[in-house]
């Protein structure tokens, strides 16, 4: 478990939908992320708009590099899977 000494505010998304899919892809390249949320955005209605939806991705300092140059590429669509060519269909 990481301590709040070595973490550092790697990006600040709107709803916990899109925080859980950066966290996803950043773990799946071996940085491990901690979320942080304002406690409205987390309450039995959900919040997602303004600063009561804002998630904080937390990363090691020591992986800060590593993860901005991840998002960096994913922002550029290095990690968009390409769509195969149609089959020509016989008609």
Known sequence: ???NDEL???EEVTGSAQAE???GLLEAQGVQV???Q???GSSTL????GILGSVQLLVRKT????ARQ???EYYAGAFMEEEEPEEPQDE
């Open 63 to 66: 992986d800060e590099s590593q």
């Open 70 to 72: 991840i998002l960096e």
């Open 1 to 3: 478990m990481m301590t």
């Open 8 to 10: 550092v505010m790697l």
């Open 21 to 23: 899919s950066l966290r």
């Open 38 to 40: 304002e406690s409205a």
């Open 46 to 49: 959900p919040v997602t708009f």
């Open 34 to 36: 901690m979320l942080s």
